[in-house]
């Protein structure tokens, strides 16, 4: 009997729209695209931007990045890169082409980072190594502010 009352006295609820029947779907698909390629724009133009700076100051020690994401992986060009913004000598790259090799070299430079009182938010080598793009560029842009920008203040 309680059951019966309950389900007589309970309105009944329409259910919820389905994307397709909402009539703002379209438009929240065009909002969502959009702001996606604005993203990506930005992402762009940061990789572009920040490769040229790289390559103003590797040409000083004739070496060059082509893909800011491809060419970090190995920490090679990364540890260059310190040493021609810093004036100091890091410790040598260690050879070898394996992942942990790789893992090793980055983590040398972030290593001389945090020497230099760098602060890196939630960036592991592991992060550049396996080319993450929003790190990388994070990373590019954190010795930007600590070598370039801080040097004028």
Known sequence: ???????????????????????????????????????????????????????????????????LYTDLRDGCVLTRLLEVLSGEQLPRPTRGRMRIHSLENVDKALQFLKEQ??????????????????????LIWTIILRFQIQVIK
């Open 117 to 138: 009182r760098v602060h890196l938010e939630n960036v592991g080598s592991h992060d550049i190594v396996d080319g993450n793009h929003r790190l990388t560029l994070g």
């Open 1 to 67: 009997d309680n059951m019966e009352q309950q389900n007589n006295n309970s309105s009944w609820d329409p259910p919820e729209p389905r994307g397709w029947d909402d009539p703002t779907a379209p438009a929240k698909l065009f909002e969502c695209s959009r702001i996606k390629a604005l993203a990506d724009e930005r992402e762009a133009v940061q990789k572009k931007t920040f490769t040229k700076w790289l390559n103003s100051h590797l040409s000083r020690v004739c070496c060059r990045v082509g893909d």
